[in-house]
């Protein structure tokens, strides 16, 4: 089968690999219908991320159609429609037990990072009882691609960790496609102001239409007072970091309001400076998460409700075929004006 | 009245003042029977506070008698036995509606630092309704002491944010006053395990005494590892920082597991490196505090029913004209193995 | 001055009164702009309120303008335009330091009740401080109203301590005034599915359009087997009660899934029955409460942020002089299509 | 094999039978070393549980050696010494994934019940790997099996829903095993009160060795009165139903105070009044729940690091051979002083 492979730092290819087959009894084949391309793919790329090896197919989210699964799989048989959550988990260890899936002793983030992946023609699933999602009949699914990771990531990384509420004020620093996954799920609490940060005038653009209130191009260098003006002084009650870099997390220390909480989402790749001599004694909390996706069925129940409209972060679709050029845009998005893309079976 | 006065950078002096009055309605004057000393006195006196002037009357602990009380104080009458707050609060402004006492528009940490406090004879007490407490009749004083600032302190900021819980392993950076009224009311929710670690072998011998299950002398360098072997590789649930300086923050980030929490108690200086790069995949949280008391009826109730024993906190008693000796007793800890001090009206 | 008299049981009338005067340090006097006619009223005129004798002037609703303030009250001047509250907190007894405003020792839901109400030219109002909120400029004075009571009532008891959540499915038994209040704040939480049942086919219609995603009629006599054919067979994770009467709380242990939340609002006359012989096992909590109004400030930012249209609830307007008709109309909602009625000062 | 059965009503025989054989992939077949009996299993005896039919082998708690497992248990092998959940979870399920284990799609509360239990010689544990807990070498085996079900019972359906915190007061209607394993893990959150509440005066006695701080003997007649007496006429803020009867509950609902919790953990056969006349604005919570074991983990470690005496619930020891005699003795509590009985293979 074709797959997308991770050939070492800058370097990546379209090969032809043997279909993967069952190993564990708790595994599921699937044939893909459906992926995308993550942030975390163009780290992985650029040889940042360490546990995952030349050679690997990447990719860790899509839509598929079950192909095989093994004795243990009670919940899914051939030919099931499937979402593939980007975590997987066993659902028995202690910190699955604790909701904790993203830490699963035999599990966790490992489809295209320590495990092949689904950006391919065929993908297998670990723990599929837990890490897979059954599509129902009608679904959209390629909405349904935007839940392997992004949705979720947002959600429980930025909105659930930063107590976002009803009446509350939130930054949210980076209008990435992860920032902007923030924004829409943000809005299932109503604050009463989501302010967002970036230094991308088209992104910000994007904001708008997705439900910020406000928006602040922080090329100006003034992003710091704008936000303090925008609530009176007092900072946010909720400051999201989407960005991964310490200039970023610096500015999320500055708007914070005494009381408010600091939700990290980015992937860092350096210490940055935490200025306790300041925040002390001004009551806040800093989160940190890797994605669990334990909000999934929430999330798929909100989809289904139409609460929320997941295909607004979908700019560009490709087959399979199409795949490298599906990564240059991806990865140009400043050009392309791309946030999500879509890359179908042939 | 005697007072002891804050004179500039390391200067101290007992000197006479006027007896306060009541200035607002809301005000009490107290007629001191018992104070203590706080490190953050200590900070004020190397000049490390800049909110405190020269000339201010130090001291925000303490319990006394009500001498008089303003127009619109309500809940205390002359000849009442009160314990003070070291927070005083409205009651009525946003932040104190939220229970956040500390940040109150009018109020906060104001005695002994914008006001003056209760190292003297009389003390003016803004906001009393709210920031005295009745003792009952009965009462060991000189325990109360304990409760206007440390007891509140090391359970709002280290025990309730760092979120100890029954069967749940906890580190306690610090075997100060601070951590060790911190480890007294970490064993209000049952811990399976809380491990004490200081430079000090004395106050380690303390913390066993106190409740602790384990200690480490961390002179060792060999803190983080210890905690780890103790901990089956995890790290801790809950790690407490009750020092303030750049090392035991980071110690803290080395022992906290994946999923846990580290609460700062410390008063820092300067700012600390936080590990972002190996942190945001964990799923920890980090909160800093200045106390609000809110937990004080608690408190009061737990005292009563005898479920901590805070006297064992104190030990050193002096007379008022005894108050520069008593500075020096808990200045020089390490040497006269003082915890808290007593400084009783003569 | 002008004001509606309780008179004894059935009997109502407009009256002149003397105008009331500060008792307290920390009363104000409100002269009164709007007021409204709550379902507690017509409790009252039933003779149903046994804390509220002849001759009490009625109302715990409205908006008006400060014309005088106590000693003690810091945060109002004359001439302040300001929401009252239905409830009266001191801040300072134990339960309004929890957030039990409804328990305040010297307050809770007093006005129209055991002290002289709103529905006059003027009115005294205990605890200003806490029990008044500030009108910012250019406010829509009417829609805020709504604030004094239903619109945090159906939140509190209903919304809030029914755990309302994204994703989530909800029941509201009963779409009078309250039940909408509550459907219009539930959407704060953005739950998948709102349900609303009542015996009235116009309020169902105004249910719809107030955002509900689905109605029954209970005169059906089928509500049990609806909701559960709606939900594949669970019940809902949270009913909330809005009559009053056992019938309607009975419909809620029929329809609340295992795990779910029955949260009562419902002003109960007589006993009812709890199935604790089926419920036992189900894991379900069943809360009750009288309002806090302590997300007033929350549902204040909402209202200025646009994101609840408390204007709907708003059917008829009335002058003072016309306060008898406006009762009459309130009273018969079936046939006038009433909801809330708004009494502006002539 | 040897086996207890119940044969229908009032009727019981320990006969022999075929031992169990592995069915699905995911079971277990232990050996059985100690086991107890459980009220419920005198209410199967009854007649009383619809779901349990003559034939079955009684039991839902012990410990054992792992005889065999199911090609998809990863967790144990044979030889391993293991506890036994009363509740049987496939992890997986949206109950399990919601931590309600009690409502498993495929599990819940079945051994000794639905299908055959654990008072033989052999037992099949289904979803081996979530319901089966490692015991580490050197445990008491004897304490761990008040880890099955009782204690789990009574800290969650009790002490978590009942909230008990810090400083609280706690009243525990009933001091049969059940009230007395709920006043055990009370403690762990150190309120100041915990009053017992019983008709038998040795249970009081055994309750006050326990840890209770007050007794209550409702022979007497003036429960309600006492109880208001010692909380300064406030009631309590938990009430702990631990019989099962409406007088229970009715007296449950006469002492929670406002604010407070009534956590059910009887087993009801009928309806109580629930008095919403009164409690309509009172602010309190009603909670009913199975036991769903996922604080097993905790309560392990709790075990281990002694800050709970299990043992103290275990009054009598008898062999297999002697189960029926075991039966009398737990049956005729009153007379015997029977708390937990353990019974040990031959």
Partial sequence: MKALIYKGPNIRAVENRPKPE????????????????????????????????????????????????????????????????????????????????????????????????????????????????PIPAGADEEALVMLSDILPTGFECGVLNGKVAPGSTVAIVGAGPIGLATLLTAQFYSPAQIIMIDLDANRLVVAKHFGATDIINSASGRAQETVMEMTQGKGVDTAIEAVGIPATFELCQQIVAAGGTIANIGVHGVPVALHLEKLWDRNISITTRLVDTVSMPMLLKSLSAKKIDAKLLITHRFKFDEILEAYDTFAHAADTKSLKVIIEAD
Same sequence: chains 1, 2, 3, 4.
């Avoid at 028995?92 to 992946?117: A, P, Q």
């Fill in 22 to 133: 069952l190993i564990d009894p708790g595994d599921a084949i699937i044939k893909m219908l459906k992926t995308t391309i993550c942030g975390t793919d163009l780290h992985i790329l650029k040889g940042d991320v360490a546990t995952c090896t030349p050679g690997r197919i990447l990719g860790h989210e899509g839509v598929g159609v079950v192909d095989s699964v093994g004795p243990a799989v009670t919940a899914f048989h051939k030919g099931d429609h499937v979402l593939i959550s980007c975590v997987s988990a066993c659902g028995k260890c202690e910190y699955c037990r604790r909701g904790m899936y993203s830490h699963c002793l035999t599990g966790g983030w490992i489809l295209g990072n320590k495990i092949d992946g689904t950006q391919a023609e065929y993908v297998r699933t670990p723990h599929a009882d837990i890490s897979l999602y």
